[in-house]
């Protein structure tokens, strides 16, 4: 369970300023190509409609391809923040995991044991219900809304919860 929940290191899909600009510099090329074949077979109205969007892939292409393009440095900078980003989210889900479930499985299972033990010293045994629609509720509306560990402690009632309580307590003391 421990090593099925851990966290998977993400994968890092950076590239090089040179990379990405030699990527947009092709794809604009095709989009270039393309515009321009729908501007050669069209009729007049195509034409007038595809002229700007050639204009725009010119005058992007022009861009891409300048050493000193902007836009070529937001879309670097860009994957590198979003690379950060995942590794501090890695990094933080992980501890959370080392947290919630140990290298020690004594100290998870202690863990657990004691959270059983809190929430169960909370049920009110003597709780009365009634039957509405085939389901049982609670006559205090606010037992209604406890958690379904709270109910099922509930359910299985006092006599299980003195028996299981020595034995809980027990266990917690081997555990230390």
Known sequence: MRKDSKPSEPVDYTRPKEQIRQD???????????????????????????QPILEMHKKNLSDYQSPNSQTIEMLYQSQLDRRKKELEDYKKYTAQWQEEY???????????????????????????????????????SEFQYKSNDWKMIYRAGKDVYEIAKPFTDNWIKELQ
């Open 102 to 140: 140990p290298e020690d499985s004594r100290t998870f299972v202690k863990r657990r044991i004691q959270k059983y033990l809190t929430l169960a010293a909370t049920v009110d045994f003597s709780a009365t219900t009634h039957e509405k629609n085939g389901k049982q509720i609670f006559d205090k």
């Open 24 to 50: 947009k510099i092709a794809e604009t090329k095709k989009l270039l190509a393309s515009t321009e074949n729908a501007i050669n077979t069209g009729n007049a109205d195509m034409k007038k409609v595809m």
